[in-house]
């Protein structure tokens, strides 16, 4: 191959330089018609040659070219469309800049034009020869003929040239074929501008010079049998190529990323890509470095993994940041032994400095293990010294919390005496003031002809204001340090406050949650306090009470609800039930009721029951669940079910689980709010 001399060129020295030729075989097995012709076997020899494609287009002699004969534009463009075919995946666009990079170089492997040739007239030779084979012995001429694979020849017969046609089908597809012959419509494509330099300008113009070459050769081969050398592009003597870049993952450590490696498709079973990743771990080509980097498209992973490239994602996590990730790839590296040798088997490097680097990484690998091991050991201590430093702190807050606690005792002790004192005297205070009380209201009624009914709300409002003062002293009791003095007092002024009514309900709860065999605690009630319903509340259940299908059955029942929302019932009391009181159940959305406090107990607020006027109506006894229900059945104000707690199989009758159902929020009034405690 005749190249320029670069050592006469001194600009030249750092863009353009030439390796030794290497001889390639086809590592193919032959079979078949290899006896018969000696096994002969293609052979090619390529001289690589590393370029720097930034630094030869801004220099003041980018007009000479580095190869005679061969314009540097047309090279360029040759290298876009080899990767162009062999990566589909990147556009035209994304190969240029990343080709012409300001660190980027360039290992290119050129063919010499008579090789070229005399390829041609091999693959011609044997291309006839195959033909003659068919016609004797066309059942033993399939697979291989005469040392090139079958799917050579094919692809000859219908290129008819040296350039093997590629699968992909991109701008540059027909760069490297002779079968589709595009015409010259299409050619004149706007260029893409840039206000930097566009290293693709001219690419159209070099298409339709690849496709003159193309036709010259076929009509040259057509008259003269042979192809003259004037008529071999560039297109035909690039076999492959490698574009890297020296990268610093961090300062000191020298990284070489290889960016992209395509090989001619037909040369792929000659030792190409083996050959250009040698060179690439060549120090005496691509510099000294600790690390190489490479984006592998996922079908080529196996490919580097033979050459000693890993894709362990560990090793592989500080070079992560290192440049764009290509789509669909795996990011692999590979690490250079101490002690490199160049492509001629030499050691590239001095044994003594090879050794005492290794010792440098061992010592450097020995105080990074220190230091990893002191900052571990520092950071257990640091937490038994933290541990032992909260248990003094929760210790020392003990001390505090069982001094509080004392504190508190002989506090409440102290208020008890107090509350019972209170206590004392309230009682004297009603027993005296009770009694003028009623002839005071008495003498009024008398004088202003004042009805019964308001005679009985103005009692009952003073009532009212004597049980606030007894809930008031009852909050304040302590319960654990009464004595029976004080529980006394206490009866005593309960049994003063309370009207028959309430003392019907508080009985009515106390027989009802006995009956319970579950219930063996005794209940007291602490609190009773009356529901007082606003107007409006007491004329809607009044319309539906009338509305009813029998309006005489109407009923107390305990409200089993509450334990979801505890909130609502002071809300209940002054305004009744509504439909945020509904319970989702298994019987349906609806208001629960039940005329066991056990039962009603198990969904209400702690120690807490309400106590409401239920209109039943015409009742309809339901088995069957069905949390969608909505409304009772047809012709029925309300269901029985076997409740929420039923579990046994047998007769819905006789059970403490029974629950009714009204699905209108009106159907039920409130009445009182029971609190109570088990003793």
Not at 126 to 146: F, I, L, T
Not at 364 to 384: G, H, I, L, N, P
Request: hydrophobic letters at 35%.
């Amino acid at each position: 191959m005749q190249f320029e001399d670069m050592a006469t060129v001194e600009s030249y020295t750092t863009i353009a330089s030439r390796l030794p030729s290497v001889k390639f075989k086809q590592k193919k097995k032959r079979t078949g018609a290899d006896a018969k012709n000696g096994g002969e076997q293609l052979e090619i020899e390529c001289t690589p040659m590393v370029v720097d494609f930034r630094r030869l287009f801004q220099s003041s002699k980018r007009m000479m070219d580095i190869i005679p004969g061969v314009p540097n534009k047309e090279l360029l463009h040759t290298v876009m469309a080899l990767y162009d075919v062999c990566l589909p995946d990147i556009t035209p666009e994304v190969l240029y800049p990343t080709v012409c990079d300001k660190w980027a170089r360039t290992l290119l492997l050129l063919r010499d034009p008579k090789d070229v040739i005399a390829e041609m007239k091999f693959r011609e030779k044997y291309k006839k020869q195959n033909e003659e084979d068919k016609k004797e012995k066309s059942a033993e001429g399939e697979g291989k003929v005469n040392g090139l694979d079958k799917e050579d020849v094919d692809e000859e017969n219908k290129d008819g040239t040296d350039d093997d046609e590629e699968e992909a089908q991109g701008k540059f597809a027909d760069v490297f074929s002779d079968t589709d012959l595009e015409d010259d419509d299409d050619e004149d494509e706007d260029e893409s501008e840039s206000e930097d330099e566009d290293h693709s300008e001219g690419v159209n113009d070099y298409l339709k010079i690849v496709r003159k070459r193309r036709k010259e050769r076929q009509c040259a081969e057509e008259v003269r049998g042979e192809v003259p050398e004037e008529f071999i592009g560039i297109e035909n003597r690039l076999m492959a190529c490698t574009t890297w870049e020296r990268s610093n993952v961090r300062p000191g450590e020298k990284v070489i990323q290889i960016d992209l490696l395509g090989v001619r498709k037909r040369y792929r079973k000659f030792g190409l890509g083996k050959y250009l990743l040698q060179n690439l771990k060549d120090p005496s080509v691509v510099g000294h470095h600790d690390a190489i980097v490479v984006y592998a498209d996922h079908s080529a992973v196996s490919f580097f993994a033979h050459y000693g490239f890993s894709d362990d994602i560990v090793l592989n996590s500080k070079y992560k940041d290192l440049a764009d990730n290509w789509t669909n790839s795996t990011l692999m590296c590979y690490l250079p032994p101490f002690t490199t040798q160049n492509m001629m088997g030499e050691s590239a490097s001095d044994p003594v400095l090879d050794i005492r680097e290794m010792e440098l990484e061992m010592q450097k690998w020995t105080e990074r293990s220190r230091e990893a091991y002191q900052c571990q050991f520092a950071c257990v201590q640091r937490m038994r010294n933290e541990i032992i430093t909260l248990r003094a702190l929760v210790a020392s807050q003990q001390d505090i919390i069982t001094y509080l606690q004392s504190e508190t005792k002989k506090l409440q002790q102290s208020k008890f005496h107090l509350e019972r004192e209170f206590l004392q005297y309230r009682l004297l205070t009603l027993k005296a003031g009770l009694s003028p009380l009623v002839n005071d209201v008495a003498a009024a009624a008398q004088d202003s002809d004042m009805t019964t009914d308001i005679l009985l709300k103005d009692l009952e409002k003073q009532v009212d204001v004597l049980k606030i003062a007894r809930k008031h002293s009852e909050d304040n009791y302590a319960a654990d340090n009464h004595d029976e003095e004080s529980e006394a007092l206490l009866c005593q002024l309960t049994t003063d406050l309370y009207s028959t009514s309430d003392w019907e309900i508080i009985e009515d709860f106390k027989e009802s949650l006995s009956q319970d065999d579950d219930v063996t605690q005794k209940a007291e009630v602490t609190m009773l306090t009356k529901a007082n319903v606003c107007r409006a509340g007491l004329e809607a259940f009044q319309k539906t009470k009338h509305d009813l299908t029998d309006p005489t059955m109407c009923t107390r029942l305990y409200y089993c609800g509450s334990l979801e929302r505890p909130q609502r019932l002071q809300k209940i009391l002054k305004n009744g039930f509504g439909e945020q009181d509904f319970s989702h159940g298994e019987y349906g959305v609806g208001l629960y009721f039940s005329q066991y406090a056990s039962t009603a107990a198990q969904f209400s607020a702690f120690n807490k029951l309400l106590v409401a006027e239920v209109g039943l109506g015409h009742t309809d006894t339901v088995i069957k669940k069905d949390v969608t229900r909505l409304t009772p059945s047809i012709g029925y104000d309300s269901i029985l079910t076997k409740g929420r707690l039923f579990h046994a199989k047998g007769d819905l009758s006789g059970g403490c689980g029974q629950e009714y159902v009204v699905f209108s929020p009106s159907q039920a009034l409130p009445l009182y709010l029971i609190e109570y405690k088990l003793v």
